[in-house]
């Protein structure tokens, strides 16, 4: 039996011996398309080709190709697992013709593969063709029925005609078109399934599509013959090897071996036994009895298996093409894939733990020689897995406690209907996707209220959108009271810093906020705050990331401070405050913006160099989540799991600081949607609505060649992005560019901060030094560092430094300390010894006084603590003791009083013995009657104050 390894390379090397390139599979996440989720047909990388907007330096080729179908218009998520052929992750063989071979070499070939070489019955083998439509005008494939007839042999009546749904294919509602033909296999046990073609029936099945591409549809439908024709096939490749490996499921063959013995060693869950949700009952009857239970648990653990294995596939592949788990477009898409597969394993499998990483391995193994990408990568695989996986597993028990809840409610109180609020409440509150909660009921022979759901959801988008209002400064500024005096033609904000404008409307924000239109002859005064409408103007008002500009409005003993801008729809509008005159609605002003858009534009190209950066060092994973780009500094969010390494980080400031060094013009233009998608490396916010006409800034690249040559590989080398904001002329007047800081602001998401120009220059500069002086004191002698490196570390806490001068400096400052605390632990024990050391000789000079040994004199520098110590030593080895010690330093005097208990008891307490002395040298003190201390301020008079108390103790103990 031939191994679905060896399938795939019978069907390259069969169309390779016929003159095809075998090129590569192209990722499952097409970057540079945002109008495409994943890659979802093995065309899809040759788009460009048909829709004569590219070329190939072959005619002919041949791959086989990874897609993804889990969203969109082509959605197979809810019935895999549910049967044996649905997958969201499957393998397209095909081959193409551009322009050379067509209909009969097609037929003839698919033809000779199926039935000589892989040895298929021709008996079994039903072939279609398009049976034309009148209402288009397209005449039936006649030539693609008789091609079936002479070169296959197959009789008429296993050659069946088909409508246009079925046998006429499309790219879109314009562009290129044409007939298919399609090959089925009759695996009915007589053979006798021909009026099942395309009945869909599963014993009847579609195995490979032959697309002739002959036509191209005009903005008027109609339909006109291409200068040159293409062929375009595909066919399913766990399918084809299901039939060559007489399977009757898709999942029994070796395909999908490995892994499931993959998930066999992960969950310790009995073997996959291939049995379907057909083979047991249901529970919306009610409850089962325990035979029937243990059947039903037997089938969904099977469920499970295909579940899981299909879905790791999927989130293999797509992370390892650059798409993570997110809460959006792709990466929710992911998202919503993987927490199917894991409460599966959670309700089937009893996995309680995140588990879905492991198999990961598996995938790499089975695929990775096919599909090196995959193996370029396996720890970004499973690291992404398990911290998604972990995040939802924290809700995942109470999500399906709620889920039971709602379960009983709907069989109780809502006729089998789970309501819309507990749906929306596990997808707000616990994460379950709409379609996970839909897999749930449906287990249960339970539906969901979705409009209820709906309206819910919607609710939600528009509180988080808010009313069709913005707040300013001074106050909410409504839409409608400023949208009849748009469109602004803010253009100019582009080319110019100042600019002749007129007064269109003024909205004038009173103390409390509430705005008011000033009509024609009312003017504003001097110190109210407004919102100001100009016909133009050439001040920038805050998108996309980039702040509002600043500045002002002004005319004849006229000033209005403009101190940001809002954006409504088409309308501009000013905000500020009349410093000077008196402005009225017609006025002519000069609209001029401050010094400050310099340095934002600085910021702001130096912002897409970064982006351009990440990727390159990165991969192509790195995807913008947001910005923040002002006169200061830019912020950048964007697509990664951890944080960046020493390297990464030197490699991005190196790339970028390259590019400026390079003087790169900087183009911009604007271009039709449709076209600027093609360009090869353009970055575009995937699920983002554009407009019919984009602009495109492009670093160091013209547009117009960007635009003649879409598909050169070499734009891939380029920043080239749509964006709205504004920029300088070439990179060269970036001057400098320096990262300043780096962090994680969501899971996946990191966040860079940089600045250009002079303060790139300045932070790069006190970095420098503070790094230099840093390197010197670990190097300088021991009692410099001694001295200064405390103060050294206090300076360092606040510093401005780039983010590779702080990881420098904090790698210094971590040697500074241990340095420190290893001389304070030498220190200590040196201290220690010390203050033993004096202990003993003052106590083998001490007088006694009756039973009392009396010990008074002067301790070397040591900490309190070890005076202490000394005081205890003396206390140990006499028994009966009075003790008081002295510490004098540069400025300071500590004192130390300890007496026995005995002596307490008594009425001695070393409380009052410090008391009594401590004025003498300025100081004062206290404490427990066993021990007490004071500090003073007048080292001169020690002598005077250790005499005195020698005379205060004497008397007291005889």
């Not at 499309?170 to 007939?179: H, I, N, Y």
């Not at 249901?282 to 089938?299: D, F, I, K, L, W």
């Not at 000394?870 to 002295?886: H, N, R, V």
Request: aromatic share 6%; charged share 25%; net charge negative.
């Amino acid at each position: 039996m031939r191994t679905s390894t060896q399938i795939r390379q019978d069907f390259l090397e069969f169309f390779r011996q016929r003159g095809h390139a075998i090129v590569p599979a192209s990722p499952v996440v097409p970057h540079d398309d945002p109008t495409l989720l994943f890659t979802n047909a093995g065309m899809n990388q040759f788009k460009d080709v048909f829709l004569g907007a590219g070329s190939r330096p072959y005619k002919r080729c041949a791959d086989s190709q990874p897609c993804i179908r889990a969203g969109g218009k082509h959605n197979d998520l809810d019935d895999v697992g549910h049967d044996t052929y649905h997958h969201t992750c499957f393998e397209m063989l095909g081959n193409w013709s551009f322009g050379d071979y067509f209909k009969r070499d097609a037929i003839a070939w698919a033809w000779e593969l199926l039935t000589k070489v892989w040895g298929l019955d021709p008996q079994r083998l039903h072939a279609t063709y398009f049976g034309g439509d009148p209402k288009e005008g397209l005449d039936p494939d006649i030539e693609a029925r008789d091609l079936w007839m002479q070169v296959a042999g197959l009789p008429a009546e296993r050659v069946h005609p088909g409508n246009k749904k079925d046998n006429f294919w499309e790219m879109g509602d314009t562009g290129p078109c044409g007939p298919c033909s399609e090959i089925h296999i009759d695996q009915t046990p007589d053979k006798s399934g021909g009026k099942l073609v395309n009945a869909g029936d599963a014993r009847v099945m579609e195995i490979w599509n032959l697309v002739f591409i002959q036509f191209n549809r005009g903005n008027d439908g109609k339909l006109t013959p291409l200068p040159e024709k293409h062929v375009d096939t595909g066919m399913g490749f766990e399918r084809i090897t299901s039939v060559i490996q007489g399977k009757s499921s898709n999942y029994d063959t070796d395909a999908f071996t490995p892994i499931f013995n993959a998930i066999q060693q992960v969950t310790g869950a009995a073997a996959y036994g291939g049995r379907m949700e057909r083979d047991t009952l249901t529970n919306e009857r009610g409850p089962m009895n325990a035979g029937e239970s243990v059947q039903h648990s037997q089938v969904m653990a099977d469920v499970a298996y295909r579940v899981i294995a299909d879905h790791i596939r999927t989130l293999s592949f797509a992370i390892a093409d650059g798409c993570l788990p997110d809460k959006e477009g792709r990466g929710y898409v992911l998202r919503r894939i993987l927490r199917r597969a894991v409460r599966y394993g959670w309700q089937y499998l009893n996995m309680r733990e995140p588990f879905m990483h492991r198999l990961a391995p598996a995938v790499v193994e089975a695929l990775g020689e096919p599909f090196p990408t995959l193996r370029k990568s396996p720890q970004k695989i499973g690291e992404a897995l398990r911290e998604e996986e972990e995040g939802f597993l924290r809700t995942l028990g109470r999500g399906i406690a709620l889920f039971d809840e709602a379960a009983d409610a709907a069989r109780s109180q809502h006729h089998g209907e789970i309501s819309g609020a507990d749906a929306f409440k596990l997808h707000d509150t616990f994460g379950f996707p709409i379609d996970l909660t839909e897999i749930m009921a449906r287990e249960r022979g339970l539906t969901v209220d979705i409009g209820e759901y709906e309206r819910l959801m919607e609710d939600a988008r528009t509180k988080a959108r808010g009313a069709s209002k913005i707040q300013s400064t001074y106050g909410v500024l409504p839409g409608d009271m400023i949208a009849p005096f748009g469109p602004t033609d803010d253009t100019p904000k582009f080319t110019e810093n100042t600019i002749g404008a007129t007064v269109r409307a003024i909205v004038e924000f009173s103390e409390g906020g509430s705005p008011s239109l000033l009509h024609t002859g009312r003017g504003l005064a001097p110190g109210a705050r407004a919102a100001i409408v100009l016909d133009r103007t050439c001040f920038y008002a805050e998108q996309g990331g980039q702040v509002s500009d600043h500045g002002v409005l002004a005319g004849a003993s006229l000033r209005f401070d403009v101190e940001s801008m809002l954006r409504l729809g088409d309308v501009v509008a000013h905000v500020g405050t009349l410093v000077q005159g008196e402005l009225h609605v017609g006025a002519a002003v000069e609209a001029k913006i401050d010094a400050q858009r310099g340095e934002v534009m600085r910021n702001h190209t130096a912002t897409h160099l970064l982006n351009w950066a990440l990727r390159e060092t990165l991969g192509e994973h790195v995807q913008q989540k947001g910005s923040l780009v002002d006169h200061e500094k830019t912020r950048f969010d964007f697509s990664h799991n951890k944080a960046l390494s020493p390297e990464e980080i030197e490699r991005i400031e190196q790339l970028v600081s390259k590019r400026i060094a390079d003087n790169l013009t900087v183009f911009a233009a604007e271009a039709p949607q449709q076209d600027a998608l093609r360009i090869n490396g353009l970055r575009a916010v995937f699920g983002e609505k554009y407009p019919d006409v984009v602009r495109i800034v492009s670093i160091g690249a013209a547009v117009d060649d960007l635009l003649s040559e879409p598909d050169n590989a070499k734009w891939r080398g380029y920043s080239v992005e749509f964006c709205g904001g504004t920029h300088v002329k070439a990179t060269g007047e970036i001057e400098q560019f320096v990262l300043l800081g780096e962090e994680s602001v969501a899971k996946g998401v990191r966040r860079l901060i940089g600045a250009s120009g002079p303060a790139a220059a300045l932070t790069r500069e006190i970095g420098a030094s503070l790094v230099l002086r840093g390197e010197q004191l670990l190097a300088g002698p021991a009692e410099q560092f001694m001295t200064q490196a405390a103060e050294y570390i206090t300076a360092t806490t606040d510093a401005s430094l780039t983010l590779r001068q702080r990881l420098r400096i904090r790698a210094i400052v971590s040697e500074m300390q241990e340095r420190l605390k290893q001389h304070q632990k030498v220190s200590a024990v040196e201290s220690q010894h010390a203050a033993r050391d004096r202990a003993e000789a003052l106590l083998a000079s001490a007088m006694r006084v009756g039973e009392v040994t009396v010990v008074i004199g002067e301790m070397p520098s040591v900490p309190a603590d070890q005076l202490k110590h000394g005081a205890d030593i003396i206390k140990q080895k006499t028994g009966s003791a009075a003790i008081f010690f002295s510490v004098c330093g540069d400025d300071k005097v500590t004192l130390l009083a300890a007496v026995s208990d005995d002596l307490v008891k008594r009425g001695v307490k070393a409380g009052d013995w410090v008391k009594a002395i401590a004025p003498i040298v300025d100081g004062n003190g206290g404490g427990p009657p066993t021990m007490a201390q004071a500090g003073g301020k007048n080292p001169a008079r020690l002598a005077e104050a250790l005499a005195a108390a020698r005379e205060w103790i004497e008397p007291r103990v005889r």
